[in-house]
């Protein structure tokens, strides 16, 4: 299958399969992405690694190469509860002393690395110490449809989980594992909560 001639969507995979091309991004990404997008290349605050801009609003990810190039965008799950902050000592508590407000994906720019979980599958950690992870939607519960969550067009359909970003396994397999599970990345978070110009302060003046 020729995947750069042709968008790919399924329940199984919910990815949105696009062509190489230099800073551009899909119609329907929102104008805060793209403004993250043009300072993030031309101030080089990507240190030349691949980078990607997660949108919450949005509950999508954008990833890039190194080089600046739009490589494709696919639809994420995200933490359960509003907010751009992680609470403190989140990452050293057992889920069970989680509480349903705390289960925030925390917004701002990360340098990831890769790693594994508990049950030695690969993952790539945005923020370790707040145990805030990228990783390949998992079905946790039957109960939590994560994979029907994933292919509804609404985003409040997917705030779901403890904090941590889930892809569809295709779309993390072609373009997540490759680029950020082999050695380090920027992922930009952008806010849901609090002013884009609170978490990004030299990209929101801009143009």
Known sequence: MNFNRRFVLSVAACALVTPLSALALPTDASATAR?????????????????????????????????????????????????????????????????????????????????????????????????????????????????????SKGTADKRISYGCVNAPEAFYNQFIAPLFGQSRGVIYVLPDTEPFATIFIAASSYQ
């Open 35 to 151: 403004q993250l997008v043009r300072w993030a290349t031309a101030t080089g605050d990507t240190q030349g690694l691949p980078f990607a801009v997660i949108d919450k609003p949005a509950a999508s990810i954008h990833v890039f190469s190194a080089r600046g190039e739009w490589l494709g965008s696919s639809p994420v799950l995200l933490g359960a509860a509003l907010g751009d902050r992680s609470a403190p000592d989140i990452g050293q508590r057992p889920l069970s002393q989680i509480r349903p407000e705390e289960r925030t994906t925390p917004a701002g720019r990360f340098v990831t690395e890769p790693g594994r979980n508990l049950k030695g599958d690969d993952i790539v950690w945005i923020d370790y110490d707040a145990a805030v992870s990228l990783h390949r939607v998992r079905s946790v519960s039957a109960a939590e449809r994560r994979y029907q969550r994933l292919a």
